[in-house]
């Protein structure tokens, strides 16, 4: 019997790009191999999605079909003394810690959200707020199994298939479907990490504490106030976390229980985090973004004052889960994020220059995190030793403003790549076809477009994403 694909409106996590698609939600690989040949036989196309949380076109398909793998969610084994799990590609990473933290373990690499999906994970090649310590996702990747458009399946590890292994892994799912994946995650003494804040007064001060810290810190990340100008234009509040050492925290054990880990699900105890949405959407709305960064960065040293302070590993992590359907504050238009990473040598005149420019033109993101990663061995990567500078930006409705956000974006991006950056695909609305060949460099291009052609001869995955990257 042939599969039965489901009309259905398709959008990225950020609302503002997507389309119609057939959609199929296999539970099995003989299902995910049935749908390849259907839509071969027919000449059709489709796009590999996860749990959805690209904020950008990367997992929709508006012109074909959509293999929507959140129903295959099984974690297959866990070995509780190595801290291993064999996890098929739907499973998230909330299942994932939730059921390894009882054992005193935690993923080595998490994202804002709890919601990615695994499979995603991997063909993102995704970081965390620890990118410069340990690397990327791919990193704590031992081996999957990969299912290719032919119908083969393939076993990939360090050594066996190298090729596709360190490919399909930043490939943002164009070379085969993750049937399973055998993720190493880390041991954690503790429930807790312990947490301090730095107030940065400028661009400057930012970068140069991440800097100085990467050293000895497990995890950091900045926020960035993106009103600020003059001397103050990238100012912020550095968090730092670090893991804490055997019997160092004699309360740590009670928060292995996963209900601990959860984000808080109320505002001062009282307030449920599902109606402030509406007051964020108020503050894009009416323009009072600026004033909620300068409230914000005003209670910065408050917090420094008062640090360090223990929090659980959930409530750090998963500053996106804290207020649910957050991405709906920019409704009806949506959101995009635009993300460079670019060397350390280049960052602060790159970041400075991004910055001024959206002043200059009036669109100012909302919200911009700082981060520091490091290179990865990776095919398709976009780490760099350096910084990445993640800005939100709110969509209008209103074509004229749409267009002139995206003129904006792809200006930047000249910025970016000229400097030696990259960008990361998982979060990209707005690169075209000749960038990415700069992204990547002519070499490592060719031999991304060579394993495709070897391992979907023809082009059954497909994105909007992908057409816009490779035509």
Known sequence: MAPSWNQELVRGWGMAVGGAAGVLRPTTREQVADAFADVQSRGG?????????????????????????????????????????????????????????SFGFWPKVVPGTMAVSIGGAAAMNIHGKNNFAVGSFGECVRRFTLLLPNGSVVECSRDQNEDLFFAAISGFGMLGCFLELEIELKR?????????????????ENLEAIERLQGEADYLVSWIDFHAKGAQLGRGILHRADQLEPGEDPQGVRYFDPCMQDVPTTLFGVVPKG????????????????????????????????????????????????????????????????????PAAQAERVFRLLTETCQREGMVPYLGVLKRHRPDPF???????????????????????????WSMCRRMADLVLDAGGRFYYAKDAVLEQPSFERVHGAEVAQRFLALKNRCDPHCILQTDLSRRLLG
């Not at 904020?55 to 509780?80: C, E, T």
């Not at 930006?393 to 956000?405: D, I, M, N, P, T």
């Open 45 to 101: 196309s489709i796009a590999l999605r996860g749990s959805g949380c690209s904020y950008g076109d990367a997992a929709i398909s508006s012109r074909g079909h959509v293999l929507d793998l959140s129903r295959m969610n099984k974690i297959l084994a866990f070995d509780p003394i190595a801290g291993i799990a064999r996890c098929e590609p739907g499973v998230t990473i909330r299942d994932l810690w939730r059921m390894a933290i």
């Open 188 to 204: 954690v003494h503790s429930g807790r990490l312990r947490v301090g804040a730095v107030v940065c007064n400028s661009l400057t």
């Open 275 to 342: 109606w402030l949405w509406p007051f964020m959407w108020g503050a894009v709305k009416l323009g009072q973004v600026g004033l909620v960064n300068a409230l914000k960065f005003a209670v910065g040293p408050r917090e420094q004052r008062q640090s360090p302070y223990l929090q659980s590993h959930g409530a750090f992590h998963f500053l996106l889960d804290y207020v649910p359907r957050w991405q709906w504050m920019t409704k009806p238009g949506g959101l995009i994020q635009f993300q460079p990473f670019v």
């Open 379 to 405: 095919l398709m990567t976009h780490a760099v030793d350096g910084f990445s500078m993640a800005m939100d930006f709110a969509v209008s409705k209103r074509k004229q403003q749409r267009e002139a956000l």
